[in-house]
């Protein structure tokens, strides 16, 4: 489900970003002889760019390292073409879609288990994206969680609340 984007969040770059990541994706699948459509959208205050299509598990790799090193490859090529940093987030096969309902879960647990406790509750190491996601659930369950750590061993943890 897309959010509307933002007050102050100029779409049109948006959007452009979204563009010159489409060609960028697109030349990726050509070259590598992959089969997949491409939708863009805007989310929020960033571009979103998805692959879908049939066989594209080589490209999400091993517990998604393949789509994170293509989303990064993917922010350089609009960076080089725009100047300006981009946040964009890529998607290949839906993997970030089911990967944030299992993260938002594991935020919930984790916010319910300080709760129970009153103590405070280290998570795994994860990504940036992953972390946003934990971070928004224990938000939403009405606790702090906060970074620590150095990439790529940085973990969220859940603290109660005050």
């Known amino acids: 489900m897309a959010e509307a984007p933002e007050a ?3 779409v049109e770059a948006l959007e452009n970003e979204g563009d010159i990541a489409a060609d960028y994706i697109e030349g990726l699948l050509d070259i590598g002889d992959f089969d997949g459509d491409i939708d863009m ?4 205050d960033r571009a979103m ?3 879908v299509g049939a066989t594209l598990d080589e490209l999400i790799g091993e517990d998604g390292e ?8 993917t922010r350089l090529a609009v960076h080089r073409a725009t100047g300006e940093r981009s946040r964009l987030m890529l998607d290949i096969g839906g ?6 309902k299992v993260l938002f879960q594991i935020g919930t647990e984790a916010a319910d288990k300080v709760k129970q406790s009153g103590e405070i509750h280290p998570l795994e190491p994860m990504t940036p994206f992953e972390r946003k996601v934990v971070h928004d659930a224990v938000a939403a369950a009405g606790l702090r969680s906060e ?4 990439e790529p061993n940085r973990y969220v943890v859940v603290h109660p609340a005050s």
């Open 8 to 10: 102050g969040v100029d």
């Open 41 to 44: 959208d805007v989310e929020g």
């Open 49 to 51: 760019v998805s692959v």
């Open 66 to 73: 393949v789509l994170e090193a293509l989303q990064e490859l």
């Open 95 to 100: 993997y970030r879609e089911g990967r944030r």
């Open 147 to 150: 970074s620590e750590g150095e």
